[in-house]
């Protein structure tokens, strides 16, 4: 079997925001029968990132696997010192392949470069794959609440890490 070209590179190419929008639909569909209420945040999200709603530094990766886009991510402002993580998505053709790593590590690399103490994210706790991503990267859980949305049943979950060296897990600090 030959080896699969694998990159990481910043969002910004014609189709990138319209591609994570679609992809997030589909996929939440297809693996967990979530309805369009999910790709409408996933649409405000996008839109907020690319109209640089939010004050403060952001970026945002694509992962291709063989000059196809097969993953992504975001990291963003939550406050002056939380960079906020969002949209993490790997296709299920491209796992196995560390895409999920190296986009976290891009965003948490990025949070530190611009200055961020911490970062946090929401996620579901359906989403096992990209919870193990984050604990492997040493994201701790600090939250978690039921909600129905998306046309089911679920638990969210709050997670977050220290971006100083030597700290991890949850600050002192209330403005988390």
């Not at 990481?8 to 309805?35: C, N, Q, T």
């Not at 949209?87 to 948490?108: F, H, M, Q, T």
């Not at 530190?112 to 859980?141: C, M, P």
């Amino acid at each position: 079997m030959a080896e699969r070209e694998v990159a990481v590179r910043p969002l910004g190419r014609s189709g990138d925001l319209g591609w994570v929008v679609m992809a997030h639909g589909e996929f939440y569909d297809r693996e967990f029968g979530w309805d369009t209420g999910f790709e409408a945040l996933v649409s405000r999200i996008v839109a907020d990132y690319a109209e640089g709603k939010e004050p403060g530094p952001q970026a945002a990766w694509i992962a291709e696997v063989d000059g196809v886009r097969a993953g992504c991510v975001f990291c963003v402002r939550h406050d002056d010192r939380t960079a906020k993580l969002r949209l993490l998505l790997v296709d299920p053709n491209a796992r196995g392949l560390g895409l999920g790593a190296r986009l976290v590590e891009e965003c948490l690399e990025f949070a530190r470069e611009a200055g961020y103490e911490a970062i946090t994210l929401w996620t579901n706790d359906v989403l096992g794959s990209a919870r193990r991503i984050y604990q492997k990267h040493g994201f701790e859980l600090v939250a978690e609440e039921s909600h129905h949305s998306f046309g089911q049943d679920l638990v969210g979950q709050t997670w977050q890490r220290s971006l100083q060296e030597g700290v991890r897990g949850r600050s002192s600090r209330s403005s988390w």
